[in-house]
């Protein structure tokens, strides 16, 4: 069975530090990674993507992936409050648009 | 960016009654609808799959006759929650995808509390 793991948490980080998420899957045909982040009460939404190993950067936000340890993080800089959230990984498979989801970090960023 | 709307954003309903969701796509066609449910401090579930105009697939344990899907249109899908129960209380969410996986957008979610 295909898995996402995470660390449920919660994660306190301190405002203006750098918050680090991590997620490992299980099955070595995971194509395609996405970070999202969900407000409690409020959907998803995409924070990034990412599809090559190495890193991507977009704004405060940085995904990495490993595919051959089988992992992929999302550091946050210059944490926001605003940036608490719960954090969900997710993973799809070659040929396939279905998202498995891990189970969540939540994330908390003390003034 | 493309929004995917969802009616209603919140149902209270008694038991035995039966619950319609839509979920639209406003500004992009939607060839597959993904249906989740989401319960308190639980990450999202994928319920079924659905492309417009064949039946959906469901993942193992979701009852197809208890939640009714229709994608009829490349702008319109609907879940049915029929004859819900209290343990239907959830958080469903759509998503529909136009077809590469850089057009896959939420749905603002439905909350369902069945009394």
């Known amino acids: 069975q295909k898995e996402v793991e995470q660390n449920s948490g919660p994660l306190s980080v301190p405002e203006g530090a750098i918050a680090s998420l991590n997620c490992t899957y299980s099955d070595r045909v995971s194509q395609s990674f996405f970070w999202y982040r969900q407000y409690s009460g409020k959907s998803p939404e995409l924070i990034m993507s990412?599809?090559?190993?190495g890193d991507k950067e977009d704004g405060r936000f940085t995904a990495q992936l490993n595919k051959a340890s089988q992992y992929v993080s999302l550091l946050i800089r210059d944490s926001q409050p605003s940036d608490s959230a719960t954090y969900l990984c997710?993973?799809?498979?070659?040929?396939?648009?279905?998202?498995?989801f891990g189970t969540g970090t939540r994330l908390t960023i003390i003034p | 960016g493309a929004v995917v709307s969802q009616h209603p954003s919140r149902v209270i309903c008694k038991s035995g009654t039966s619950v319609k969701i839509e979920c639209r796509s406003l500004d992009f066609q939607a060839t597959t609808m993904f249906w989740y449910r989401q319960f308190p401090k639980q990450s999202l579930m994928l319920m079924a799959t659905?492309?417009?105009?064949?039946?959906?697939?469901?993942e193992q344990g979701v009852e197809k006759d208890k939640f009714l899907i229709n994608h009829a249109s490349l702008t319109l899908s609907t879940l049915t929650v029929t004859s819900a129960h209290p343990e239907d209380s959830s958080f469903y969410i759509c998503?529909?995808?136009?077809?590469?996986?850089?057009?896959?957008?939420f749905g603002p979610g439905t909350r369902l509390t069945v009394l």
């Open positions: 998503r529909g995808s136009g077809g590469s996986k850089d057009t896959q957008y």
């Open positions: 990412i599809y090559s190993n």
């Open positions: 997710a993973v799809t498979y070659f040929g396939n648009e279905k998202l498995t």
């Open positions: 659905s492309n417009e105009g064949s039946k959906a697939t469901y």
